[in-house]
């Protein structure tokens, strides 16, 4: 058996992911979704020519990856896909939020990408990927996403180092970085009317950002961002002093 599997994948750019997976991958034997909200994997599952098993998971439980990692040495499966989509964001300064809202973040976006991970690489397959869904913020420190930007700078990070020690095994690590897209990220990290900057930039499609980012992974490329403005964003970040960088690019 050779699978997919896709954490965050209830909504938004997770579920751009499923339509892409089934569409580009069509000779996998099954595909795993993994989000807390059942009903809506149980609505994506249904008529998907693939078998699909839903795992209703909290990822920042750390019994899931004890959980998942029993089902997949019981189940003797091969992991082709491990997409990293699950995460979580919050515009505000750390001052006026809460540990919980922060530490939540954390949790999310750093353990629960490197618990899953972990968990999965010694059943995945040669030629296989994990993909990793990092963001544009991880590039420079943002301003009243401080916490967030910084998960993101992990994940990057994390991705590249990755990508070296598993190259012998045949397993290729990707990073999309993508800018705004237009799902309720946005109102769950309370972005929505609240930040000038998200209203002046330009956005991508999720459906775009997905396809694009499984071609990318699937040919070993190891980073890729959407859109021009970010790709020069991208090399501005890496020239000039992050301390010039974040008066100009405040969220």
């Known amino acids: 058996m050779s699978i997919a599997i896709l954490t965050g994948a209830s909504a938004g750019l997770g579920q751009s992911f499923f339509r892409s997976l089934v569409a580009r991958h069509p000779d996998l034997t099954g595909i795993w979704l993994i989000a807390r909200r059942r009903e809506r994997l149980e609505a994506m599952a249904e008529g998907c020519p693939i078998p699909v098993t839903v795992l209703p998971m909290d990822l920042t439980d750390p019994a899931c990856y004890d959980a998942l990692g029993d089902k997949l040495k019981a189940d003797g499966v091969s992991v082709k896909i491990l997409i990293n989509n699950a995460g979580l964001g919050e515009l505000d300064n ?59 700078a992990y994940v990057m990070s994390f991705t590249k180092g990755l990508r070296e020690e598993l190259k012998p095994h045949g397993i290729h690590v990707h990073a999309v970085c993508p800018g705004p897209m237009k799902t309720e990220f946005l109102d769950v990290a309370n972005i929505t009317d609240r930040s000038p900057m998200f209203k002046t930039l330009p956005y991508s499609d999720p459906d775009a950002v997905a396809d694009r980012a499984l071609v990318k992974a699937g040919k070993g490329r190891c980073v890729y961002t959407p859109k021009l403005l970010f790709k020069v964003y991208r090399v501005l970040a890496k020239l000039l002093p992050h301390s010039l960088m974040m008066k100009f690019c405040k969220t």
């Open 94 to 152: 750390v001052i006026d939020s809460d540990w919980r809202t922060q530490g939540r973040m954390v949790d999310l976006n750093c353990r629960a990408l490197t618990a899953v991970t972990t968990v999965v690489l010694p059943y995945m397959e040669k030629g296989g990927f994990v993909l990793n869904v990092c963001s544009i913020a991880s590039f420079c420190p943002n301003t009243r996403m401080t916490v967030y930007s910084s998960t993101k």
